[in-house]
C-alpha cells in the first residue's frame, strides 16, 4: 500500500513512518520543518521511502503527491505543550483549519478521481476535553461540552471534517485519538518562548520531557504545575504507532473513531516521582505546587476497549520501561542544547 504522511517529520509522524516503513509500506512523506527545522531522519536511508518538503497548505502539492496514494494520514498541525496552546491560541486555530481544509479538498478530489481510498485523520484526546464520564469512550465527544480551549475544538472540527466529506463526497475515513504520546524525538519547538518553572526555563511544556530536565538541573524542590493529581495515559510513541498502522490496514477501521492509548493511568505526581527515582536514588523526594494553566484537564482516562475488539490493538509498553529509553535521550539533548 502506498501511504501519505503529512507532518512527517513530527513527534508522531517520526514513530509512524517508521512503523509504516517496518510493515512493507510504500510511504511519502510531507513536512516543511516549521515546528524544529531542518531534521535529517533515519528513515530518510529507508528504500519506499520519499520525503517531499512543502506546505500541508499546498493543495496542488498534495494534489500531486496522492496521485497514486491508497490512504493518507492527516497529520500535519500547529501543535506543541500546554504553553504553546495558550500562547497561540488564535494562531494554531487559524493554521490548522487552513491545513484540514486542504487535506481534505485534496483526498476528496483523489477519491473522486478512483484512486484514494481513504483519509485518516489524527485528532487529539482533547476533543474530550469537557467530559464527564471516565474511562471515556468514542462517543463522547459529541455528547459533553465543546473543548474550551482553541486546540481541542479545532481537533473536535477535524472530526466534522470527516462527517462532512463522508455525507456529501462519501470519502471513507479513520478519526485516531491519541493519548499523551511520549517518546524520543521531542525538542524545542523554533516558535516556543521559554518560561520560569521555579529556578528553571523552559520551552516545551510537555510533562515528561520538562519534569526530566528540572531534576536532571537539579530543581529541588521539584515544581510541579497543579496539585500533581492530573490523571493521565502516557502512551508509547511505538505502540502508538502501531495502533495508527492497524487504523490503516484493517478494514474494521472504515468510517470509525478509535480512542489509542495505554490502560495505565498515572498522575503527574505519580509521573515526578518515578522520574526522581530514577535520576537522584535514594534522596527524598521534594516538590511544591505551581498554578496550572487555564486548560489543564484535570482527568484524562480513556475507554481503549473498542480499539481493542475491532483492532486487538493494546499499547503494552511500561512508563518504566519507556523512561528508560526517554531519560538518557533528554540528557543528551540538554547537553547538545536542543531543548
Known amino acids: 500500500m502506498k501511504i501519505l504522511v503529512t507532518g512527517a517529520a513530527g513527534f508522531i509522524g517520526g514513530y509512524l513512518v517508521e512503523e509504516l516503513l517496518q510493515a512493507g509500506h510504500e510511504v511519502v512523506g510531507l513536512d516543511n520543518f516549521s515546528k524544529y527545522g ?4 533515519r ?5 519506499g521511502y520519499r520525503f517531499v518538503e512543502g506546505d500541508a497548505k499546498d493543495i496542488a502539492l498534495l494534489t500531486e503527491l496522492l496521485s497514486d496514494a491508497d490512504q493518507v494520514v492527516a497529520g500535519a498541525a500547529r501543535i506543541g505543550g500546554i504553553s504553546y496552546f495558550h500562547e497561540f491560541a488564535y494562531d494554531l486555530l487559524a493554521e490548522n483549519e487552513r491545513v484540514t481544509a486542504a487535506v481534505f479538498d485534496a483526498a476528496i478530489a483523489a477519491q473522486r478521481r478512483g484512486t484514494l ?9 482533547m476533543v474530550y476535553e469537557n467530559a464527564g464520564i471516565w474511562p471515556t469512550p468514542e ?3 459529541r455528547r459533553c461540552p465543546p473543548p474550551s480551549s482553541t486546540y481541542g475544538f479545532q481537533k473536535l472540527a477535524t472530526e466534522y471534517y470527516t462527517q462532512g466529506a463522508w455525507e456529501q463526497y462519501r470519502l471513507p475515513y479513520t478519526i485516531i485519538r491519541p493519548f499523551n504520546c511520549i517518546g524520543v524525538g521531542e525538542r524545542r519547538a523554533l516558535c516556543e518562548r521559554e518560561v520560569l518553572s521555579g529556578n528553571v526555563r523552559l520551552a516545551m511544556s510537555h ?11 537539579g530543581q529541588d524542590p521539584l515544581h510541579l504545575l497543579g496539585d500533581g493529581r492530573q490523571v493521565r495515559h502516557y502512551t508509547y510513541g511505538g505502540d502508538l504507532a502501531r495502533g495508527i498502522r492497524l487504523c490503516i490496514e484493517r478494514p474494521e477501521a472504515v468510517n470509525q473513531d478509535f480512542n489509542l492509548s495505554t490502560a495505565e ?3 503527574v505526581l505519580q509521573l515526578a516521582q518515578l522520574i526522581w527515582d530514577r535520576l537522584r536514588p535514594g534522596e527524598p523526594f521534594r ?4 498554578d496550572p494553566y487555564p486548560y489543564d484537564v484535570q482527568k484524562r482516562v480513556p475507554d481503549v476497549a473498542k480499539a481493542e475488539r475491532l483492532l486487538g490493538f493494546r499499547a503494552t509498553t511500561p512508563l518504566a520501561e519507556v523512561l528508560d529509553v526517554v531519560i538518557p535521550w533528554v540528557r543528551r539533548q540538554v547537553e547538545y542544547g536542543n531543548i
Open 287 to 290: 516538590y511544591v505546587c505551581d
Open 265 to 267: 493511568s498515572t498522575t
Open 207 to 217: 510533562v515528561v520531557p520538562d519534569l526530566i530536565q528540572k531534576v536532571l538541573k
Open 139 to 141: 462517543g463522547e465527544q
Open 117 to 125: 481510498k481513504k483519509i485518516n485523520v489524527i485528532s487529539s484526546s
Open 38 to 41: 531542518p531534521l535529517r531522519q
Open 43 to 47: 528513515s530518510l536511508e529507508q528504500p
